[in-house]
């Protein structure tokens, strides 16, 4: 019997387990590895688990199956696997709860899936800290690991790294558990466990065996109920494990249990819990010193009667040797009962000293390196060591997060529009966009990105000789970008931002942001000829600036229901935003009472006459919709994360999310955007505005505004994007849209959802992935909704399936009245 063989019989007591809780599997994550993209989701029978595709979680990889044979004697999830022969880390992108404790548990099932009968050595990582390393040490060919692990961000990455040439690392399911935080003091703590029962009867999915060691034990049960256990331990206890107890063969032994470690340098945390299961008599007492490798953690120590307690070192031990751990409980001379024990859970301490990368740069770059289709290690982009694209800070504390100063995209072949989600790339220095095929225009938002001291663009590489490169100097200042053309005779010189005047170009339309007169009004709309389209704050005209450029021109009207107020917020709002999802802002009038606004022209107006089918309008696709629903949270989370101070807009619907030529989608209308509050304050207090059946109901009822009431909006424009109904419809079984959602799906009439024009052409995964992130983000209330880094990170990951799907991104484009082809070139890699 191996070390690990003895550990695993050791970590529980009892096989058969029990648990009063809810039983509704919140927040598990179960992936069976290596299940096709396409099969659906399904519910283990013994366990009543429900296991869904890895696919969309992991970037790469095969399926392998068990032989048939050796597959029948598992659960379900087991008998597949994913293999990963091409790179060196391979990471699952899993969603999960900032500061929540989770069981994290990894299955490794061999069975010579391969032929070749050499189970693989690797290591496996969670974020970019090694875990363990996975090896053959099991009899029968499986490994069980597991760590409890509290989430540094609302992203985690479990990784598998190939240690060796000859190996290729595999796994057969990965598994996910939210715990309380009253569990387990420890953090980040190594779970050493194979069991045999688990979920349903054990509520949070730890796994128990009962104790089958060298010498048989003898236990006492509570069978005839005399004593009426009440389970209100922390740890949430399965009944069976707390209703029968192990004690030594002779009374008046101690009980004593040994096993080994991997290391005499382990730190060890012992976990031991006990009830009285006997009715004592007068005369009868229970205690006994409870001693760990040699220390004594508890003297004199009674059971509580119909009380489950857990005793644990508050401090970590190590053993003398690694097969030397010992856990004695010693009867005491006074004591007339032998010592008795219900469960023992054994941990072993994982020190992960390492600082990850921000959030907010793993976010970016994952939009970034899915948009341009880069093939690179997944997970973590600065660590263990960067991305062959990428230049990270250099902390020596481990409490800092890293963040990527430098991304060279040089000679890459990247196509396409130049990505926004770089802007969100605060502290990225240098940026290299040379020697590829990308739009020539240079993005507003760079000259908004403070860190950036210069910017190799790709307008000026395409036909440079072997011995010259042009640089493009980012000039950031607060209306313009600087375009320095500098011929240079080396690869690199940097430039500064700050260059003389003569060296700036004059700024294009979107960033000439200037006071027009009335009459330059009426000139550049030919004195208000052409009607776009007409709002609460008047009408829109086409217009054009400078007899090339066109504008849609907003003209308050003398009836309107806005007024200089929300004319002023506006402005003045556009002025300091920038983002290449919110509509920009060519200028203003204000001339006594003649107020208007000069914004860039959208050629396709909005998403609502898209999907209403009005007549002249596109039909949009799925993946086409997937698109525009990510780029409008694009410009939603830079609303919220990248203004200073934050804003909050007020008025998302699919009316005001805009289509420019090629279905690109723009935020518009912030006449009724506030500054959210920063520092301690959690909402601002304010009078309540919004569109029917958009409007949050918790703001509605306390007029408490926080950035979660546009996340509430925005999952109403998502039910609509997914089911092309109105938001309010008087006729329905349910009048909103949301409620009759959560109606049709408690019916189990789930395709009736899906806008039937469609025609089936979706991507079923996909559409219930973003059905489900529009439900959580109309949830009644504001704690319960996710906030839009999240929505976008949802929202790009289901664009990168549809991606990887097609096998290829396609230009967005009308093609004809009824019909649009999209692109999927936003998609960041799977979770």
């Known amino acids: 019997m191996t070390s690990r063989q003895l550990l695993f019989t050791l970590l529980g007591i009892f096989a058969i387990v029990q648990v009063v809780f809810s039983q509704d599997q919140e927040g598990f994550i179960s992936l069976d590895c290596g299940l096709l993209a396409d099969e659906p989701p399904y519910t283990d029978a013994s366990t009543k688990l429900s296991f869904s595709s ?77 875990w363990a390393t996975v090896s053959d040490n099991m009899e029968d060919d499986s490994t069980f690991e597991e760590i409890i692990h509290i989430a540094t961000f609302n992203t985690l990455h479990v990784c598998l790294v190939k240690t060796h040439d000859a190996s290729v690392p595999f796994i057969s399911a990965l598994e996910l558990r939210p715990l309380s935080n009253n569990f387990y003091v ?86 031991i819990h006990f009830v009285e299961l006997q009715v004592l008599r007068g005369n009868e007492t229970r205690t006994f010193d409870i001693v760990v490798n040699g220390n004594n953690i508890s003297q004199y120590y009674s059971p509580k009667k119909s009380m489950v307690d857990t005793v ?92 990527i100063i430098s991304l060279n995209l040089s000679s890459t072949g990247l196509s396409g529009i130049i990505s926004p989600a770089i802007v969100n790339l605060t502290k990225l220095q240098v940026l290299d966009l040379s020697r590829n095929k990308l739009a020539r225009e240079v993005p507003e938002f760079l000259a908004y990105m403070d860190s950036l001291l210069f910017l190799l663009h790709p307008m000026f590489s395409a036909n440079t000789s072997s011995k010259k490169k042009f640089l493009v100097a980012g000039v950031a200042s607060a209306v313009s970008i600087a375009i320095v053309l500098v011929v240079l005779l080396v690869l690199y010189i940097p430039v500064r931002r700050k260059q003389s005047s003569k060296e700036v170009q004059r700024p294009s339309i979107e960033t000439a942001k200037r006071r027009f007169t ?71 009038c204000e001339e006594k009472d003649h107020l208007a606004l000069v914004y860039e022209y959208m050629a396709n107006r909005d998403l609502k006459e898209h999907l209403s089918g009005k007549e002249g309008t596109s ?22 994360t990248g203004c200073k101070p934050p804003m909050i807009h007020r008025d998302v619907k699919s009316t005001n999310i805009l289509l420019n030529e090629d279905f690109q989608a723009k935020i518009g209308d912030f006449g009724l955007s506030r500054s959210f509050p920063v520092g301690s304050q959690t909402h601002v207090s304010t009078v309540v505005v919004g569109t029917p059946g958009f409007l949050d109901p918790e703001y ?94 949802e929202l790009n990951e289901c664009l990168m399936y549809e991606n990887s799907r097609r096998g290829k991104s396609q230009d967005v484009s009308s093609k004809s009245s009824n019909e649009v082809n999209t692109s999927t070139e936003m998609a960041p890699m799977p979770r």
């Open 54 to 130: 890895d696919a969309k979680f992991v970037d790469g990889g095969k399926s392998g199956r068990l032989p048939k044979a050796l597959g029948a004697g598992y659960m379900r999830a087991y008998t597949t696997l994913r293999y990963f022969p091409d790179g060196t880390r391979n990471c699952y992108n899993l969603n999960v709860t900032q500061g929540t404790r989770y069981l994290v548990r990894a299955v490794f099932l061999y069975g010579n899936y391969d032929g070749l009968n050499i189970y693989p050595t690797f290591d496996l990582h969670i974020g970019r800290n090694w």
């Open 186 to 271: 420890t953090q980040n703590r190594h779970v050493l466990i194979r069991v045999l029962v688990r979920y349903p009867d054990d509520v949070h999915d730890r796994m128990w065996i009962s104790y089958d060691g060298d010498d048989e034990l003898p236990t006492i049960k509570n069978g005839t109920a005399a004593i009426n256990v009440e389970n209100y331990n922390p740890y949430d206890l399965p009944q069976a494990a707390i209703m029968s107890a192990a004690i030594p063969a002779n009374v008046s032994s101690t009980l004593v249990f040994s096993w080994g470690t991997s290391s005499s340098t382990d730190q060890i945390f012992i976990y």
């Open 312 to 403: 644990y070192n508050k401090v970590p031990f190590s053993c003398d040797s690694v097969t030397n751990c010992s856990l004695e409980l010693r009867k005491t001379p006074s004591s007339t009962l032998p010592p008795l024990v219900n469960a023992i859970e054994f941990f072993t301490v994982v020190e992960i000293p390492e600082s990850a990368t921000n959030e907010n740069d793993v976010i970016a770059i994952d939009t970034i390196r899915a948009a341009y289709a880069l093939s690179n290690q997944s997970g973590d982009p600065c660590v263990p060591k960067p991305s062959i694209y990428l230049q990270c800070s250099n902390y020596t504390d481990p409490s800092k997060l890293l963040r």
């Open 518 to 588: 009335y009459s330059e009004i009426k000139a550049m709309t030919n004195k208000f000829q052409r009607i776009l389209g007409e709002g609460g704050f008047g009408i829109i005209y086409h217009g054009h600036l400078n007899d090339n450029q066109e504008v849609a021109v907003k003209v308050l009207s003398q009836s309107s229901s806005q007024g200089y107020k929300q004319f002023k917020a506006e402005v003045e709002l556009l002025m300091r935003v920038h983002h290449i999802n919110l509509v920009s802002l060519a200028g203003y």
């Open 619 to 640: 039909f949009l696709d799925w993946p086409c919709r997937l698109r525009i629903a990510a780029e409008a949270a694009l410009g939603l989370e830079y609303l919220h």
């Open 700 to 793: 509605f009822q306390t007029q408490r505004l926080s950035e979660k009431s546009d996340v509430y909006s925005f999952g109403i424009v998502l039910l609509e994007i997914i089911t092309n109904q109105l938001v309010i419809d008087q006729t329905r079984e349910r009048p909103h849209i949301a409620e009759w959602v959560r109606f049709v799906l408690s019916t189990g009439d789930i395709e009736s959802i899906l806008d039937p024009n469609l025609k089936g052409n979706y991507e079923s995964s996909t559409a219930w992935k973003v059905l489900e992130l529009a439900m959580s983000c109309s949830r009644p209330y504001s704690a319960e909704r996710p906030n839009m880094a999240q929505i976008v990170h």
